[in-house]
């Protein structure tokens, strides 16, 4: 299996999208992974396949998409936006393993066109598809503005620390900090943001993965 380190790499916001459905073998696995995502985490997530409402209107400027028939839904109880971020990125890495290209939409789509079940609240959407290009990398803050570990850095950590800076955020605001304790266990700050919560969840899904989740325990 691909590590999934390299998965982060490749992973860009992608906005221009080939205007097709998701094919369905492509689909069905999707759905079965959104399915073990619901049970394990409580949140409803939806895949929307061949639906081009959602992005339809042309927004003039940030965040403007094309071509975007296929998206998730993150939605569930009121107070999850941790659990959305952590959940959907691993969605979005899934997609991605899969060939497939994502984008985190909070703001830029119709949100008139996707409504909520149950009393849910939804929490953002990711648009998924072909893309027309791979995206680019963003531009991140320099290590030691997101990093603190000092003396013996075990490998684990500093693969870590290379998933978190690959982490996707609203308005790539990399509000977050990242530290090693004295007994290696590691600390994750969220800092005031746009989507404070939702990236704090990616964040640390992208710190624990690339770490590997037995290797080391989150301070409390
Ligand atoms: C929670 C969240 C919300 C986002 N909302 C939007 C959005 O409304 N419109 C948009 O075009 N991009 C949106 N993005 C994409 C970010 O701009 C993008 O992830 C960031 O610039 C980093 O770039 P990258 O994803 O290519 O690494 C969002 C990202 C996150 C994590």
New binding site residues.
């Given amino acids: 299996m691909e590590d999934i380190l390299d998965i982060m790499r490749r992973?860009?916001?992608v906005?221009r999208y080939k205007n097709v459905a998701v094919e369905k073998e492509l689909a069905d696995a999707l759905r079965a992974e959104a399915e073990t995502v619901n049970r394990e985490s409580g949140l409803n997530v939806r895949l929307f396949v061949d639906e081009p409402e959602a992005f339809k209107a042309a927004k003039p400027h940030?965040?403007s998409f094309s071509g975007c028939r296929n998206y998730f839904v993150i939605e569930g109880p009121e107070n999850m936006a941790e659990q959305a971020?952590y959940y959907g990125e691993r969605l979005v890495l899934y997609a991605q393993r899969l060939g497939l290209n994502t984008?985190?939409?909070?703001?830029?789509y119709e949100r008139s066109k996707v409504t909520a079940e149950k009393g849910n609240e939804i929490y953002?959407v990711i648009a998924l598809g072909y893309g027309e290009n791979e995206?680019?990398?963003?531009r991140s803050k320099p290590y030691e503005k997101l990093i603190k570990a000092e003396g013996d850095v075990p490998e684990w950590f500093k693969r870590g620390a290379e998933g978190a800076m690959l982490a996707?955020?609203?308005?790539?605001q990399q509000q977050f900090r990242i530290e090693l304790l004295p007994d290696k266990s590691v600390r994750i700050k969220s800092l005031p943001g746009p989507?404070r919560y939702?990236?704090y969840g990616?964040v640390k899904y992208h710190f624990e993965a690339a770490a590997g989740k037995d290797n080391f325990k989150w301070a409390d």
Avoid: E, F
Wanted: proline residues 4%.
């Fill in positions: 992973r860009h916001s906005r940030y965040g971020g984008c985190w939409v909070a703001l830029t953002v995206g680019v990398q963003h996707p955020t609203a308005i790539n989507c939702i990236d990616i």
